[in-house]
T-cell receptor
Framework: GAVVSQHPSRVICKSGTSVKIECRSL??????MFWYRQFPKKSLMLMATSNEGSKATYEQGVEKDKFLINHASLTLSTLTVTSAHPEDSSFYIC???????????FGEGSWLTVV | AQKVTQAQTEISVVEKEDVTLDCVYE???????LFWYKQPPSGELVFLIRRNSFDEQNEISGRYSWNFQKSTSSFNFTITASQVVDSAVYFCALSEATETSGSRLTFGEGTQLTVNP
């Protein structure tokens, strides 16, 4: 079964609204989680690294005020897409690094459609 | 900067054929990890293998095998006797192995494999 869970798996929202995507590590603690974005038929692009208890580290070109990341606990990171626009429609997928080593687990991904 | 290149955008084979997916990488790190993931149409990433840069032994797991050649910076993936269920996008990825990096993954562009009956 999944060890990293994302919710919701699919969401449709209206332009101008904000939407939150959750990433949970189900049976392990993860001090570091990662958020990726994937356009159709394209590769996964790292958006940001989420560190528990501290600010996220964003990749170059990613707007931190638009993609708010919060990692409030060792098992939960959230990505909030603020003032969403149709161009934000994409597949967002998170991963979590297990504390014990270098094993990385991916969530099932979340499809966001902004209409 | 790290880079992963999967030159094959799409590959189409007939069931039972063997198929090799190529992956070439660039990194300045001496220690790193290489990965292969499978992404079926549903979207989730299925972990297939992780290989440490110090371990150049080839690996076989059932119908899957991986050929890691540090001299050519390649980490190719072969599926033997392909099946229709192998149809998916396959991603090769590279990760730094330092604590401070947090193991961020750099992905290749992916190879769409279609196995026809």
């Amino acid at each position: 079964g999944a060890v990293v869970s994302q919710h919701p798996s699919r969401v449709i929202c209206k332009s101008g609204t904000s939407v939150k995507i959750e990433c949970r590590s189900l049976d392990f603690q993860a001090t570091t989680m990662f958020w990726y974005r994937q356009f159709p038929k394209k590769s996964l692009m790292l958006m940001a690294t989420s560190n528990e208890g501290s600010k996220a580290t964003y990749e170059q070109g990613v707007e931190k005020d638009k993609f708010l990341i919060n990692h409030a606990s060792l098992t939960l990171s959230t990505l909030t897409v603020t003032s969403a626009h149709p161009e934000d429609s994409s597949f967002y997928i998170c991963s979590a690094r297990h504390l014990s080593g270098n094993t990385i687990y991916f969530g099932e991904g979340s499809w966001l459609t902004v209409v | 900067a790290q880079k992963v290149t999967q030159a094959q955008t799409e590959i189409s084979v007939v069931e039972k054929e063997d198929v090799t997916l190529d992956c070439v990488y660039e990194t300045r790190d001496t220690t790193y990890y290489l990965f292969w993931y499978k992404q079926p149409p549903s979207g989730e990433l299925v972990f297939l293998i992780r290989r440490n840069s110090f371990d150049e032994q080839n690996e076989i797991s059932g119908r899957y095998s991986w050929n890691f050649q540090k001299s050519t910076s390649s980490f190719n993936f072969t599926i033997t006797a392909s099946q229709v269920v192998d149809s998916a996008v396959y991603f090769c990825a590279l990760s730094e192995a330092t604590e401070t990096s947090g193991s961020r993954l750099t992905f290749g562009e992916g190879t769409q494999l279609t196995v026809n009956p």
